[in-house]
C-alpha cells in the first residue's frame, strides 16, 4: 500500500506554537513535574453564570437542530446591536456572520479576498495565523515591523512602502497579540488613508478590545468612509471567558458576509445553537463583570513586568493593553545554562527555561520577532508570582 501524501499546500500551513508548548508542559506534568502554564492566551476566569444558565435553558428549550450558516437571527442582531453602540457605526445584522471562534474569520476572510500571488499586509510579531493563512492560499505575506522603540507601534513609513498594486488586504490587531501594544489614533488614521486611497480592505482583529489599560481605544471601522471596506473581527473567548464555547464573529460589508457563509456552510454548517444562546445572554445581559476582570489584568500586568525587570538579562515594555509581555532576552544569548547549553536563540530560552524551571512561555520567533518571548498573565497573582521567581532565578543561572 502507497504511503498517503498531503497535498503540496499542506506544507505551507503551520501550527499555533503556544499549544506546541503546551503540548510539552503536559508531557513534563505527566513526569511528575509542576508546571506553571503561562503560554495560552485563556483567561482563568470562569464563564459568568448567567451565561451558562442561558446555554442550559436553551438546552432544555430543545435548541439542539441545525441553525443558519451566518449564525440565528437573535445572536445576530445582538452582534450588530453592540458593534453599532461600541464603535459609533452603524451596523446592520445581514452584515454580521458568526463561527466558531474568531479563526475562522481569519481564514475565511484570506481565502475570500486573496489569490496566488497577491499580497497581505501584516503586523510582525502578530498572531501566527495570519502569515500560515496567507501562505496557505498562495499568497505573499507582507510583514511590517512592530517597533520596540514605538511600544511596539506599526512601522508606518515601512508600511507605506510595502504597499502595492497587489496588496489585496492589510491586517490590523490592536490591542496586539503578542505584545500588547496598542495602535494610537494617529496610527489608525494612516493605515486608514492608505487604505482608502487605494481601495484596499482591511481586517481588524479587535478580540482584545476589552483589556485596555492607558489611552483610548480606536476603531479603524470609526475612521469615515473605511466601514465599506472593513472586516471587523471580535468575539468572545477573551472577553467573557468563553474559550471553550467557540464563538466568534465579524461585522463586514454585505457581500463578503454572504462569501463567508458560503465558506462557513461548507466547513462547519452553523456554530452550536446552544453556545448561539448563550451569546447573546452574553452580549444583553450584565457587563459588570468586564471592569472587574479587566482591573485585575491590569494588576497581573504591573505585578509581572515589575518582577521581570528584577530579572537579570530581560528587558520588559509595560504593555497598554491584552494580557501579554513581550520581553526582550537579546542581553543574554550567548549565555550557557545549567544544562550545559548554550542560548543562542529566544526558542533555547524557553525550552531550557521549561526544563530547569517549569515555566511554559512561548519563543519570539513562533510570532516572528526574535529575540523575545510572549508570556500571558492570564493567570493568578499566586501562579504569576511563582513564575517570575522562577524566572528570575533562570536568569541568574545563567553564566
Known amino acids: 500500500m502507497r504511503l498517503m501524501k498531503t497535498a503540496e499546500r499542506m506544507g505551507r ?6 499549544f506546541e508548548v503546551l503540548a510539552r508542559a503536559k508531557a513534563l506534568e505527566r ?17 459568568p453564570p448567567h451565561i451558562k444558565e ?23 442582531e445582538a452582534i450588530a446591536k453592540h458593534v453599532s453602540e461600541t464603535r459609533g457605526v452603524p451596523v446592520s445584522p445581514e452584515q454580521v456572520v458568526v463561527t466558531p471562534g474568531a479563526k475562522p474569520i481569519m481564514f475565511f476572510t484570506i481565502m475570500a479576498l486573496v489569490g496566488p500571488g497577491d499580497e497581505v499586509i501584516y503586523p510582525n510579531p502578530g498572531f501566527p495565523i495570519y502569515e500560515s493563512v496567507i501562505n496557505f492560499v498562495g499568497g505573499t505575506p507582507v510583514p511590517i515591523p512592530l517597533r520596540e522603540s514605538s511600544e511596539f ?6 508600511f507605506e512602502r510595502s504597499v502595492s498594486p497587489r496588496t489585496k488586504l492589510i491586517i490590523v490587531n490592536s490591542p496586539e497579540n503578542p505584545t500588547g ?21 482591511v481586517l481588524s482583529d479587535e478580540i482584545y478590545r476589552q483589556f485596555l489599560y492607558e489611552g483610548e481605544f480606536v476603531s479603524i471601522l470609526q475612521v469615515p468612509g473605511l466601514a465599506r471596506q472593513t472586516i471587523l473581527l471580535d468575539g468572545f473567548s477573551k472577553s467573557y471567558a468563553m474559550t471553550g464555547w467557540r464563538l466568534g464573529y465579524c461585522a463586514a460589508p454585505e457581500p463578503l458576509v454572504k ?18 444562546y448563550a451569546a447573546v445572554e452574553a452580549l444583553n445581559g450584565t457587563q459588570s463583570f468586564i471592569p472587574e476582570r479587566q482591573k485585575a489584568f491590569e494588576v497581573r500586568r504591573d505585578l509581572v ?3 521581570l525587570n528584577q530579572a537579570r538579562g530581560l528587558e520588559c515594555f509595560k504593555p497598554e493593553g491584552a494580557f501579554y509581555i513581550y520581553p526582550s532576552v ?34 519570539g520567533a513562533a510570532f516572528g520577532m526574535s529575540p523575545f518571548f510572549r508570556l500571558s498573565y492570564a493567570a493568578s497573582n499566586a501562579s504569576l508570582e511563582e513564575a517570575c521567581r522562577r524566572i528570575q532565578r533562570f536568569c541568574a543561572s545563567l553564566n
Open 13 to 18: 500551513l503551520g501550527t499555533e506554537s503556544a
Open 31 to 47: 513526569q511528575g513535574k509542576t508546571i506553571v502554564h503561562l503560554e495560552i492566551g485563556e483567561p482563568d476566569f470562569d464563564t
Open 54 to 76: 442561558a446555554a442550559k435553558r436553551a438546552l432544555d428549550a430543545g435548541a439542539t437542530h441545525y441553525g443558519p450558516s451566518a449564525g440565528l437571527p437573535e445572536l445576530r
Open 153 to 158: 507601534g506599526f512601522d508606518l513609513e515601512v
Open 181 to 201: 501594544g496598542v495602535l494610537d489614533r494617529a496610527q489608525i488614521d494612516r493605515i486608514a488613508a492608505i487604505a482608502l486611497r487605494h481601495g484596499i480592505p
Open 259 to 276: 462569501a463567508m457563509a458560503k465558506l462557513q456552510s461548507q466547513a462547519a454548517t452553523s456554530v452550536s445553537s446552544i453556545t448561539q
Open 305 to 307: 513586568v515589575s518582577m
Open 330 to 363: 537579546r542581553k543574554l544569548i550567548g549565555r550557557k545554562a545549567p544544562s550545559g547549553r548554550t542560548i543562542g536563540t529566544d526558542e533555547d530560552f524557553v525550552t531550557e527555561l521549561l526544563s530547569a524551571e517549569g515555566v511554559a512561555v512561548v519563543h
